[in-house]
């Protein structure tokens, strides 16, 4: 396929086609092997990008720095922008138009932020993660799946599920699954608070209809319905589905990552829970950060605020995924997270036209 994505914005993975997504995941495939063989690829000296994030970040961020310095592309991480302060957005995306070749954003807030962006860009917006969608992590997540599969297309047919609490990040894995063709399962605890949001289901849906009319995806608490999965990808418990009614719980609150531990549990990523799978083959993911062990500020401050030995239990063995069985699947999980430079690579290859 050709590149047709020369200055397109990259907002969300709905507005992208299978052979669109087939183009960067196979271009993230090439620019990797090059980097690999010591191939210099310094294809855009003179062009520069800005990056403007306010949420926190360590993958996002480094694998964007690096693969502009590894394009000859001018990098500008900014930290103290009058952006929607003493300027309105609108100013200042005008002023980024300017200068700059690419603008990278990382914002809390709905994907329309973005979608408002672009509109008074003159150059290609790209989400580094909002609330709509985290499309850099999607394509290195299936990049990574590929490569444990044997290469370009090897997703198609397989069988995907979202194992934990489904009230924010199966929408992102959803689209993923229907963009390659595969079958998705969301599989979480049968509670308002952790299933997905309607809104969240109809998009899914949605894009099944559009992409993969005859694939499966599917909703359940049901463990059962793991057998015959090829993948299994989760995050972090303290997320609320919206239609709850409840605010977003307070990060630094124990109730946030603990208060529903007990319903969570039964959903934990173990290896006891990727036998049910019953496939030889079966391997975990996890997009990071991950609270598999309490060796970290939030582990440890959770353990000393712990109410009792079994939830120290809890928080010692991991809470989405145990420690054992992320270790167990640590070369896939951090190959991933590599993948997150040579996939960030490819979209800004692809939007300045390679």
Not at 142 to 152: D, K, Y
Not at 279 to 301: C, Q, R, T, W, Y
Request: proline share 4%; charged share 25%.
């Amino acid at each position: 396929m050709r590149n047709n994505l020369v200055g397109k914005d990259i907002i969300n993975l709905r507005d992208l086609t299978p052979d669109q997504f087939r183009y960067m995941i196979d271009l993230s495939a090439t620019l990797k092997a090059q980097k690999k063989a010591g191939v210099d690829q310094k294809f855009f000296t003179g062009k520069n990008i800005v990056a403007s994030f306010d949420w926190s970040s360590t993958r996002t961020r480094c694998a964007f720095e690096t693969s502009a310095n590894d394009l000859g592309i001018g990098f500008t991480y900014l930290t103290n922008s009058h952006m929607g302060d003493s300027e309105t957005v609108k100013d200042t995306i005008r002023v980024f138009s300017g200068m700059y070749d690419a603008i990278v954003i990382r914002a809390q807030k709905p994907e329309g932020f973005l979608y408002d962006m672009a509109s008074y860009s003159d150059v290609p917006i790209i989400n580094a993660l909002s609330l709509g969608d985290h499309p850099t992590q999607m394509l290195a997540d299936a990049l990574t799946m590929e490569e444990q599969w044997g290469g370009p297309g090897s997703s198609r047919g397989k069988k995907m599920a979202f194992v934990g609490n489904c009230g924010g990040a199966p929408l992102f894995y959803g689209r993923l699954a229907a963009m390659l063709g595969m079958d998705f399962y969301a599989i979480g605890p049968d509670n308002i608070r952790h299933q997905m949001a309607k809104a969240h289901v109809e998009d899914i849906q949605s894009a099944f209809d559009k992409f993969a009319p005859n694939n499966k995806f599917v909703q359940t608490s049901d463990l059962k319905a793991l057998e015959g999965i090829d993948v299994v990808v989760t995050e972090e418990w303290r997320y609320l589905n919206p239609d709850a009614g409840e605010e977003v719980m307070d990060p630094d609150k124990y109730e946030s990552w603990m208060g529903d531990y007990e319903m969570l549990l039964p959903y934990r990523v173990s290896s006891e829970l990727l036998a049910k799978t019953k496939n030889p083959n079966i391997f975990a993911m996890h997009e990071l950060p991950s609270v598999h062990n309490a060796d970290h500020a939030v582990g440890k401050k959770l353990l000393s605020e712990a109410p009792n030995e079994t939830e120290r239990k809890v928080i010692e063995e991991g809470l989405e995924i145990t420690d054992e069985c992320f270790e167990k699947n640590a070369s896939v999980i951090f190959r991933e997270a590599e993948n997150r430079q040579h996939t960030i690579k490819a979209i800004l290859c692809a939007v300045l036209g390679l």
